[in-house]
Structure formats: C-alpha cells, structure tokens
C-alpha cells in the first residue's frame, strides 16, 4: 500500500516524514556508513521520501551527502533540514542563517534544499531578522 502524500509547495511528498536524527546522534553507537546507508535504502523502497536532518545530528548531512552521490537519488527525496541550534545556544543571527546554509549544501553535496527552516528560535536576535536573513537565501539560489 503506498504511503499517503501531502502537498509541500509544488512537490508531492510523503505524508510521514523521516526523521534522519538517530541515525547520526543522541541514541547510542553509531553504526558504519554501509549499515545507515541501508536503512536509507529501506526508506526510498518504502516510499517514504520526505526526509529530515539538521546541521546539529552529528554526522548526518554528510551521511545524507555520501547516500545522494552513492545512489544518485537526489531527485526521488524531498530533504528538509534544519539550523539554528549550536553548541553555544539557540542562533538566528543573519551571519549564521547563510553560513549555516552554505555548510549544509557542502556537507550534502547538492546544489538547493527543498525546505531549509528554524530549528530553534534565538530568544537574543528577533524573529523578523532570522526570517529576513532566510529569505535572502532565496536570492542565492535563483
């Protein structure tokens, strides 16, 4: 039985998101890149190819990175990941947002994220300046 979508902009994406966390942090060893590239493997043969990382899961953008290159599937996965949460704290600063993006797209080895978002809001810089500095992104990409 396929696995239901929902709309996210223009993409049909699967209802129930993978959340890539585990695989690279907080619970436990981490395994070997050949046995997390399996369970990616598991969730595209699933169907389920709306996936979530962040800047602050260990290893897990260059996990993500390696599987895109390996498998060439980039185009089957809609990949959100996030930022905003570093060792030192919540930051939202404008300086933060692009960097943190453009060491994301390195560590993933592609080119655009189909959804790029908070994930923490920094209490010290107001929300409306993270948000302007986000869609400034934008203009990078186009």
């Not at 979508?5 to 966390?21: C, E, H, P």
């Not at 959804?115 to 920094?122: C, G, P, Q």
């Not at 929300?127 to 869609?135: C, K, N, R, S």
């Amino acid at each position: 039985m396929p696995l239901q979508t929902r709309k996210i902009g223009n993409d049909d994406v699967t209802a129930i998101g993978f959340g890539l966390m585990g695989l690279s942090a907080f619970y436990g060893d981490i395994e070997a890149d050949e046995e997390r590239f399996k369970v990616l493997d598991a969730a595209v043969e699933m169907g389920c190819t709306n996936w979530d990382s962040a800047d602050i899961y260990g290893d897990n953008e260059d996990l993500v990175g390696k599987w895109f290159k390996r498998t060439g599937k980039r185009n089957e996965i809609f990949l959100a990941t996030k930022f905003g949460i570093t060792p030192q704290g919540p930051n939202g600063k404008p300086e933060y947002v692009r960097s943190a993006c453009e060491k994301s797209l390195k560590r993933l080895g592609i080119e655009t994220i189909d959804l790029y978002y908070l994930h923490r809001a920094d209490q010290a810089t107001p929300i409306e300046t993270t948000v302007t500095a986000m869609a400034e992104l934008v203009k990078y990409a186009m």
